[in-house]
């Protein structure tokens, strides 16, 4: 059975940093690309993150870049995003989203709220 699960979301005050955390099983995890999204309140699906089967590349959403790093634990069947300098908008629920290049659909975890707050 296919599992993600999303860890590390929290209140964080505005600067701060978070790591989140996504364990994932039931599934060659190495042969997976792995993405990070967000959704924040009333607005719809956005792709914040992603690094490669291999860890060989990685991207980010303007909004994120020089502030968020991904990685990946290939032994430990996790990717993280270090999240640093969180902003208001930063709040939303992050989800995890593993596909394998080629295919059109992939698995999704159930999320993990963070909110960024004073």
């Known amino acids: 059975q296919v599992q993600l699960v999303e860890s590390g979301g929290g209140l964080a005050q505005p600067g701060g940093s978070l790591r989140l955390s996504c364990a994932a099983s039931?599934?060659?995890?190495?042969?997976?690309?792995m993405t990070w999204a967000r959704r924040a309140p009333g607005k719809g699906l956005e792709w914040v993150s992603g690094?490669?089967?291999?860890?060989?590349?990685?991207y980010y959403e303007d909004s994120v870049k020089g502030r968020f790093t991904i990685s990946r634990d290939n032994a430990k069947n996790t990717v993280y995003l270090q999240m640093n300098s969180l902003k208001p908008e930063d709040t939303a629920v992050y989800l995890c989203y593993a596909r394998r290049a080629g295919w059109d659909t992939g698995y999704w975890g159930q999320g993990t709220q963070v909110t960024v707050s004073s």
């Open positions: 690094i490669w089967a291999d860890g060989s590349d990685t």
């Open positions: 039931g599934f060659t995890f190495s042969n997976y690309g």
